[in-house]
T-cell receptor
Framework: AQSVAQPEDQVNVAEGNPLTVKCTYS??????LFWYVQYPNRGLQFLLK??????LVKGSYGFEAEFNKSQTSFHLKKPSALVSDSALYFC??????????FGAGTRLFVKA | DAGVIQSPRHEVTEMGQEVTLRCKPI?????LFWYRQTMMRGLELLIY????????DSGMPEDRFSAKMPNASFSTLKIQPSEPRDSAVYFC????????????FGPGTRLTVT
């Protein structure tokens, strides 16, 4: 069965420091992987995707993610965190179809 | 582009009442998804449509839930009768068929059933 795991409920980082939000996946076949962000009282916003090609993908707001097939991971990263990055982040996957599975979410707090 | 529009933004109702949530997808998108978000269960896909036709409703929790898409610009999710455990945030999302993984979410409807 397809699943996505986000092992951390919360990540705390100081402004200006690099941030990483972790995600691991379990899918049969080639995974399509995504990151979404949710700000308070808002819907989810698409950040970036991995379909094929380069393992390092770049997305909106300076975020990037690294696909690692051997570790079945797709961690979200940003070199320098901003207070405005504080939000709920969701990792998601599907196998190219239309049924996307979302992780439980990781709350990111960036302290000034 | 106005994005995905949902109404109402907040709904408070008593147990046993009928609740109707509404969604207007982004113009030109041919896929529409309904999700439910709770603290306990996270984000769950309830049902999705392609070209107004329901494709997979396996996530609909029970017969009290129903969804329709009478045309390309409007969808409803109905709960009848509502129960307190239905309290959640309900999201509508839409996408193009060739990029169904890139879904655009509405702001959600926060439903409280007392």
């Amino acid at each position: 069965a397809q699943s996505v795991a986000q092992p951390e409920d919360q990540v705390n980082v100081a402004e200006g420091n690099p941030l990483t939000v972790k995600c691991t996946y379990s899918v049969s076949g080639n995974p399509y992987l995504f990151w979404y962000v949710q700000y308070p009282n808002r819907g989810l916003q698409f950040l970036l995707k991995y379909i094929t090609g380069d393992n390092l993908v770049k997305g909106s707001y300076g975020f990037e993610a690294e696909f690692n097939k051997s570790q079945t991971s797709f961690h979200l990263k940003k070199p320098s965190a901003l207070v405005s990055d504080s939000a709920l982040y969701f990792c998601a996957s599907n196998t190219g179809g239309f049924k996307t599975i979302f992780g439980a979410g990781t709350r990111l707090f960036v302290k000034a | 582009d106005a994005g995905v529009i949902q109404s109402p933004r907040h709904e408070v109702t008593e147990m046993g009442q009928e609740v109707t949530l509404r969604c207007k997808p982004i113009s030109g998108h041919d896929y529409l998804f309904w999700y439910r978000q709770t603290m306990m269960r996270g984000l769950e896909l309830l049902i999705y449509f392609n070209n107004n036709v329901p494709i997979d409703d396996s996530g609909m929790p029970e017969d009290r839930f129903s969804a329709k898409m009478p045309n390309a610009s409007f969808s409803t999710l109905k709960i009848q009768p509502s129960e307190p455990r239905d309290s959640a945030v309900y999201f509508c999302a839409s996408s193009f068929s060739d990029r169904a993984y890139e879904q655009y979410f509405g702001p959600g409807t926060r439903l409280t059933v007392t």
